[in-house]
């Protein structure tokens, strides 16, 4: 008998591309592997969306992914059919299988919450602790996403992005709560070092934005609400920062911990550091004191992660005259009054 092809085989994978989809592993289906070695920044693929849902993902319905599949043309189809949950057997569902291999797209007020069925970039497999990375880039065509490599790739190696990002404050059970799937990335491995390391990082980097926003990020995407509204529990702690009265000097060292945090963990990358440091920056300029504003500047002005906070940590205690100004601006941003 002529040896059994796998419908994903059958997708088209440009014949530049550095990877090609096989089997990852137990549990993980197919993947991407890289055909050479890719350095940190390259383009991997860009894609554009095959169809798309003008909805948001949550609102989408079997009718209106069957809608869809009968407007596209049929290469279009034909790839959609090609889908298997998990690499196995096909889909039960449409919407299943249009939600699992879909991301949020829209160039314009007409497509705002639109998804998009992308055959390609649904097969990179996701790690918490990836080597690649799609990120929302203001300037690049929101119909094409692209995965890039955020660190050296080496032939053969595995290409892995996180499938949500706020997985940066979940412990690995909080992982596990939040897939329909293992991971077993070095966050994620039971036993080991590492893995012990990652749940205390990730619990403090949890810790340290409640502390700054006073939200806990696990419980508001979906993780462990226990465990987000536990992670601060001095009574007197939470009631400053429910109050906005956390000084901005300990703001901008919990941000700032919050960066070497993710350093060590590996999830650190030119995306992550491009989304946080405008606002790191604007907390830098707030500082009203002489003496405060020229402690922030100089932290700010080094070159790595670590050293920006231990030239920070000369902040720590000290009062600023921006405080209460901050204070007082987000209470009335959010509705807080503290009479009574």
């Not at 007409?110 to 080597?131: D, I, K, M, T």
């Not at 119909?143 to 990002?165: C, L, N, Q, V, W």
Request: charged residues 25%.
């Amino acid at each position: 008998m002529p040896p059994q092809h796998h419908p994903y085989e059958s997708l088209p994978v440009p014949s530049d591309a550095p990877f090609t989809l096989k089997p990852s592993g137990p549990g993980k289906g197919w993947g991407a592997f890289a055909t050479r070695s890719i350095e940190r920044g390259t383009v991997i693929l860009r894609e554009t969306a095959v169809f798309a849902i003008p909805k948001h993902q949550a609102d989408i319905t079997e009718l209106d992914v069957r809608a869809a599949f009968r407007k596209a043309p049929p290469a279009a189809q034909r790839q959609f059919l090609a889908l298997r949950d998990n690499a196995a057997g096909p889909f039960r569902s449409m919407a299943k299988a249009f939600a699992e291999n879909s991301f949020a797209i829209g160039a314009s007020v007409e497509r705002r919450g639109a998804h998009g069925f992308f055959p390609l970039l649904s097969r990179f497999n996701h790690s918490c602790v990836p080597n690649a990375a799609v990120p929302i880039l203001h300037d690049a065509p929101k119909d094409s996403p692209a995965i890039y490599a955020t660190r050296d790739i080496a032939a053969g190696e595995e290409i892995m992005f996180r499938y949500d990002p706020h997985f940066e404050c979940r412990t690995a059970i909080e992982h596990h709560e939040a897939l329909d799937f293992v991971c077993d990335c070095p966050a994620c491995r039971p036993g080991t070092e590492f893995q012990r390391a990652s749940d205390l990082r990730r619990r403090l980097i949890r810790g340290l934005q409640f502390l700054v926003s006073g939200e806990g990020p696990a419980a508001s995407q979906g993780g462990s609400t226990s465990a987000s509204a536990n992670i601060i529990p001095d009574p007197g702690v939470r009631k400053e920062v429910a109050e906005f009265r956390t000084p901005l000097s300990a703001q901008l060292i919990y941000n700032l911990l919050t960066v070497c945090l993710m350093e060590a963990e590996g999830i650190l990358d030119e995306f992550e550091v491009g989304r946080l440091q405008p606002g790191f920056t604007a907390m830098a300029t707030m500082f009203r004191r002489p003496r405060n504003a020229s402690i922030a500047r100089r932290a700010m002005a080094q070159s790595t992660p670590t050293e920006r906070l231990r030239v920070a940590f000369a902040l720590y205690g000290r009062a600023d005259e921006a405080d209460e100004e901050m204070a007082r601006v987000l209470r009335a941003m959010q509705g807080v009054s503290l009479a009574g």
